[in-house]
């Protein structure tokens, strides 16, 4: 789980190249399936044509999946994922009769990507992508769930919800949201119990539930997938970043039968989305393999082994002068600031402990890969720690 430098120095990678190298780099097994595969064929148009990389990934998805998603389609990249998710609910509304359901309910501090399609539902304020506000479609927006994974629901924050929903219910398709752990938004965790609330929010109004678990999907959080820790299970589940191990990219939207049927047997004829890579056999290849691997190497275990590591080695960070929180869940570790990360700094500060890290905002994280051990584990919390506490004192000159 090292990278090497221009210049020969290597570093403990505490982001897992945005967190998709779960099993690290050049791991054997990896390689030899996309090696195996090349030897086959490369990429063939899955349009009118298949092969059995991605029928067998296809079925193992659904497989691991909560129960119910048994139809998947396999996308691009994440961001592809969320729009396919987007057309599958509108034309599953529109196939029902409901053309006037074309917006979706979601809450803020969100991530989905950056495509048109995603960047519409992510935070239109606090986001990334304010500067298109205007451009984009406008959807409806709940408040951002308290945060903490242990705080409950909060009763005032779920009649807010419920009242939003029910006052938008007629022009709502669907709501989406990132189950238990919001990403790129901040990195916040919120209670189970929210995504469970909007499951009976969803059953309530003839609503589609979507989960985003392109970051927490594959045991980032100590479930296979997050939506376990609210027991509850969506209509369409979009999955990657880990998918493939980190090799090559790949997504998958995954649904109930009610909703592609619905879908298929609408205007349409089907779902209107058709990537020139769907499919592809390299990594659907690559992507079979890292499940397998995943299941052989008692990822739970190792999860919360990097979850015990992740607390013990913060722990000393709540201490440090301009420290507003440090949380763990999973293998995600999270030193929040009191203001802007000079990151600059916090990088050299890092690359200096023989450590890689991407700070953004506020935020001084890391999602290692699985496979980090006992002692790269604590040079990297360590890392963080410093560079934190060097941030604190270079705000304070």
Avoid at 196 to 202: D, K, T, W
């Amino acid at each position: 789980m090292r990278l090497r430098l221009a210049d020969g120095r290597e570093l403990i990678d505490g982001m897992a190249s945005w967190w998709c190298a779960i099993h690290g780099y050049r791991n054997p097994a990896l390689d030899d399936a996309v090696r195996g595969q090349l030897e086959r064929v490369a990429h063939v148009m899955f349009g009118g044509l298949t092969h059995e990389p991605a029928v067998r990934l296809a079925c193992r998805l659904s497989q691991l999946a909560p129960e119910g998603l048994e139809r998947v389609f396999l996308a691009d990249s994440g961001s592809v994922s969320v729009e396919v998710a987007l057309k599958l609910c509108l034309q599953y509304q529109r196939a029902l009769g409901h053309a006037g359901r074309t917006r979706l309910l979601t809450v803020r501090g969100g991530y989905h990507g950056d495509t048109a399609g995603a960047m519409a539902v992510c935070d239109p304020i606090g986001g990334m992508h304010s500067l298109f506000a205007g451009a984009l479609p406008e959807h409806v927006f709940a408040e951002r769930p308290p945060d903490g994974f242990d705080a409950g629901l909060d009763e005032s924050w779920s009649a807010s919800v419920q009242e939003l929903a029910s006052a938008h219910a007629h022009e709502l398709a669907a709501v989406i949201v990132e189950p238990v752990v919001q990403g790129a938004g901040g990195m916040r965790f919120h209670a189970p119990e929210c995504v469970a609330l909007l499951r009976r929010v969803c059953d309530e109004h003839g609503l589609l539930l979507v989960l985003d678990e392109i970051a927490t999907g594959f045991g980032r959080t100590g479930a296979m997938f997050a939506c376990e820790h609210a027991g509850v299970a969506p209509d369409v589940m979009c999955v990657g970043k880990a998918l493939t191990g980190g090799y090559v990219s790949l997504a998958a939207t995954l649904c109930t039968p009610a909703v592609a049927d619905a879908v298929s047997g609408g205007e349409g004829g089907g779902l209107m989305h058709g990537p020139t890579f769907m499919g592809n056999p390299l990594a659907c290849a690559v992507a079979l393999e890292s499940l397998a691997l995943l299941e052989r190497s008692n990822w739970r275990a190792r999860v919360r082994a990097v979850e015990r590591g992740l607390n013990t080695g913060l722990a000393g960070a709540r201490e440090l002068p301009g420290v507003a929180d440090v949380r763990v869940l999973g293998a995600i570790g999270v030193v929040q600031l009191d203001r802007h990360v000079d990151v600059a700094l916090a990088t050299e500060v890092a690359v200096a402990h023989g450590v890689w890290l991407r700070p953004f905002r506020d935020l001084i994280y890391a999602m290692p890969p699985y496979v980090i051990d006992a002692g790269e584990l604590s040079v990297l919390t360590h890392a963080m720690v410093q560079a934190a506490r060097a941030c604190a004192i270079g705000a304070s000159r």
